[in-house]
């Protein structure tokens, strides 16, 4: 075992390797902050080159440029409402309302390093979880998915600003949706009024960017001036980056909850990052001391979903490695490198090749820590976008906003897509409506329709019976009673 360690981190600090994992570095971050660009497109880009590669160079160098893919995209969700990647969408939260306040340096601070520490973690559960994961894994089945993802839509209440029932609303229209195109049991088409193109759905990237970045492009064009409401510096002092880093250790039990969060949903096959960075929101809104400031700048908001967000990618890596199940798209791609390579991930895996488990582990964590540091240095002088006055900046972006679009499945239809649905982001946003909770109903009703047919056909009417889902069940229902339960005993006591 010990060998097996020594050998796998050793390759970690060849020159020629780490030559390799700083262009995947550098790669990541490129496609993580252009939009519409995710860790999927990376990989499938990286996979032929790797084909007349050592083994353990090749899964460095993947890992290297995927692990740091989100880590970019945090980027331009705080700058410019944005998001790099579907994983970043809740990071606007707050993120971009904190950069209007001229505080952008400490989001991208608090982002980064909740990032790289949150990458950190989930490297270290993976390394001590590997040889105990098949119970775990096998433990989530179709009903267990099913009921977590029900978790993820009951913190509707939590990212709904306002009016609650105006975020219900949005998110039943979101759930609709998500509803587009073929059904998951009967192959039917559905709502895509004879267009042939949605018979595949909406697809996240188009809908993320006509629901957040049009809308607010819009809005600057019409009011003119720049992002930031308050005059700062052309690029951000090293000192606003600190202090958003020390507000990570400030709330270190929030980082640590949510990096558990992130893990934990990361490991469950299928789930997917979504799931878990607005879990992880709504868990910090919820059990937050100051709940009224999310949504409008807190930077808890900004730890919350970014430690959740690269600590899931420890936990997908748990299933494909020990046992040969993708734990999402990109681990999915992942595991047909490790086919191309002659690699056979499972059981079997961390017997004949625990040295290149070893090797992806280290990759995990020093490419999260690299990747994190090249980020600020990178994102104090991105700063100075949010002065750009509105007449320039708009024109830019809605041409990036298009080619994000266009880049999801080189298709112009989405593009047009994404501007009609610009239309309605941009009247929720005027009206009052939750574009969160639409969004969230949206990512989440696809996956859930899909568990819930699986879990119906498998165990019939009685599938919420299994330990797990009862646990779950019992977890949603204390965090959506947890408010008025609290404001009940408040008043009793007074």
Not at 236 to 250: C, N, R, T, W
Request: proline share 5%.
């Amino acid at each position: 075992m010990f060998e097996s360690v020594v050998q796998g981190l050793s390759v970690l600090f060849q020159p020629i390797v780490m030559l390799y994992m700083l262009f995947g570095i550098v790669m990541g971050i490129i496609i993580g902050i252009i939009p519409g660009l995710t860790g999927i497109v990376l990989l499938a880009i990286f996979i032929p080159f790797t084909w007349t590669m050592d083994p353990q160079h090749a899964m460095a160098f993947l890992m290297a440029g995927y692990a740091v893919c989100y880590t970019g995209g945090s980027i331009t969700a705080i700058l410019l409402n944005i998001p790099g990647t579907g994983a970043n969408s809740a990071t606007i939260l707050d993120g971009f309302p904190m950069s209007q306040q001229g505080k952008a340096g400490q989001a991208i601070g608090a982002a980064l390093t909740s990032s790289a520490l949150g990458g950190l973690f989930g490297g270290l559960v993976l390394a001590l979880f590997i040889p105990i994961v098949r119970p775990i894994v096998l433990a989530f089945g179709a009903p267990e998915s099913f009921f977590l993802i029900i978790m993820g839509l009951s913190f509707i209440s939590a990212i709904g600003h306002g009016n609650i029932s105006k975020a219900i609303f949005a998110a039943l229209l979101g759930l609709l949706f998500s509803f587009v195109g073929y059904h998951a049991s009967t192959a039917f088409p559905r709502y895509s009024f004879g267009i042939t193109t949605l018979f595949d759905g909406i697809k996240i990237v188009p809908c993320a960017l006509a629901l957040f970045a049009i809308p607010e492009m819009i809005d600057l064009m019409y009011k003119g001036g720049s992002i930031s409401k308050v005059q700062t510096r052309a690029a951000a002092p090293l000192h606003d980056i600190i202090e958003g880093s020390k507000a990570v250790i400030k709330h270190w039990w929030l980082f640590l909850r949510c990096s558990i969060i992130g893990t934990i949903v990361g490991v469950v096959p299928g789930v997917g990052s979504d799931v878990a960075v607005w879990v992880a929101y709504g868990h910090a809104k919820i059990t937050s001391k100051d709940p009224e400031a999310f949504g409008k700048g807190s930077i808890e908001g900004v730890i919350a979903p970014e430690s959740a967000n690269n600590a899931k990618e420890g936990g997908g890596l748990l299933p494909t490695l020990a046992l040969g199940i993708p734990g999402s798209a990109a681990m999915a791609i992942l595991l047909g490198a490790f086919l191309v390579l002659g690699i056979q991930p499972g059981p079997r895996f961390l017997v004949e090749h625990l040295d290149l488990a070893w090797t992806i582990v280290g990759a995990l964590i020093i490419s999260n820590l690299v990747g994190s540091l090249l980020c600020v240095f990178i994102a104090m002088h991105l700063i100075r976008i949010t002065q750009i006055r509105a007449q320039f900046l708009v024109p830019v972006i809605l041409c990036i906003t298009a080619l994000g679009a266009y880049c999801a499945r080189n298709s112009a239809f989405d593009v047009f897509l994404m501007f009609a649905l610009s239309l309605l982001g941009w009247s929720m946003r005027k009206l009052g409506y939750s574009r969160p909770s639409f969004f969230l109903g949206f990512i989440l009703g696809a996956l859930a329709e899909r568990y819930y047919n699986i879990s119906v056909q498998t165990y019939g009417w009685k599938f919420f019976l299994t330990p797990i889902s009862c646990v779950i069940i019992i977890l949603t229902l204390l965090g959506v009673f947890y408010e008025p339960m609290k404001a009940a005993f408040g008043r009793i006591k007074k």
